[in-house]
């Protein structure tokens, strides 16, 4: 695990827990619902687009963390198919906190030696943020640390819905056979291949929704949800999920090893 006081200087409560984790109970891949900008700002009689801008820095804190805690994958859902609905002036803004944290934070993810990679439906986005976003996958291709995924136009209905789309497409042209689709496949073909399933899912500010975020690859994912409202989430907050995470038991639908339901025909049909 990489300093973390580079970030932010910890206290000793954060340093004690972090240390208590051991290192094979940390998860490969976090993913993050970033929610709650909204209120932040309306708790302080602020427009809305004020919590988006105050949520940069919590942006920033997390994937730093994320990189020091030497996890594979962090993905954030920065922008889904549903938020074209919002107030135009809205969209506007958070559209250009991406271009302006493409322009000025991209030295950061060079710097974390962390790979960076849109994922959605980024053909649907303006030129200029396509090209940001290409100069960031350019600039990190090289880097060997944690992958920063971010999700941009994305729900995990349209990502599926885009797969069966290219399935079809394929079996059309006689490239792909029916029998071939297995789930492997299937994961192999989302704009998140080669990237492990997340492993802990965070959602800021209370909430208790997946709102349409991968939803193919959170089949077995753990969640933890916090009341902190994204603008205010800090490094501390990303290690207490990750210890909230390091405490789960994992079963994947099956039964733990050596567990008291272990024995052959015991484990009831409905175990989760
Ligand atoms: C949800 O809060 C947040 C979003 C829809 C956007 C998240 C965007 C950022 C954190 C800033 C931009 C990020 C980058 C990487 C440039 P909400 O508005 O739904 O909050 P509410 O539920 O309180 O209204």
Not at 48 to 58: K, L, P
Not at 121 to 139: D, F, K, N, S
Not at 241 to 246: E, Q, R
Request: no cysteine.
């Amino acid at each position: 695990m990489k300093d973390l006081d580079a970030i932010a200087p910890l206290g000793s409560p954060e340093r004690e827990v972090l240390a208590r984790i051991p290192p094979d109970r940390l998860p490969r891949h976090i993913a993050i619902i970033m929610d709650g900008n909204g209120r932040w700002a309306q708790q302080r009689g602020l427009p809305r687009v004020e919590g988006h801008r105050a949520g940069i820095r919590a942006v920033r804190e997390a994937v730093e963390t994320a990189a020091r805690l030497e996890v594979e994958a962090l993905t954030l859902y920065a922008f889904s198919t549903e938020n074209w609905k919002r107030p135009r002036w809205e969209v506007r803004t958070l559209m250009g906190l991406l271009k302006e944290y493409l322009k000025k934070e991209l030295h950061v993810l060079v710097e974390n030696n962390i790979r960076f990679r849109p994922i959605g439906r980024i053909g649907e986005l303006e030129e200029e943020i396509q090209r940001g976003l290409e100069r960031a996958v350019t600039a990190t291709q090289g880097n060997t640390g944690m992958l920063f995924q971010i999700a941009l136009n994305y729900s995990g209905r349209a990502e599926i819905t885009d797969l069966v789309r290219e399935a079809v497409r394929l079996a059309a042209a006689g490239t792909l056979d029916a029998g071939a689709i297995d789930e492997a496949w299937v994961s192999a073909h989302l704009t998140t291949a080669g990237t492990p399933d997340p492993d802990l899912l965070i959602r800021t500010s209370g909430e208790q929704r997946l709102s349409n975020f991968l939803l193919w690859q959170v089949a077995y994912t753990e969640l933890h949800i916090t009341p902190v409202l994204w603008p205010d989430f800090r490094a501390r907050d990303v290690i207490a999920a990750v210890a909230d995470f390091a405490r789960r038991e994992r079963r994947f639908g099956g039964v733990l090893e050596g567990g008291s339901e272990g024995a052959e025909g015991e484990a009831s049909e409905g175990e989760r």
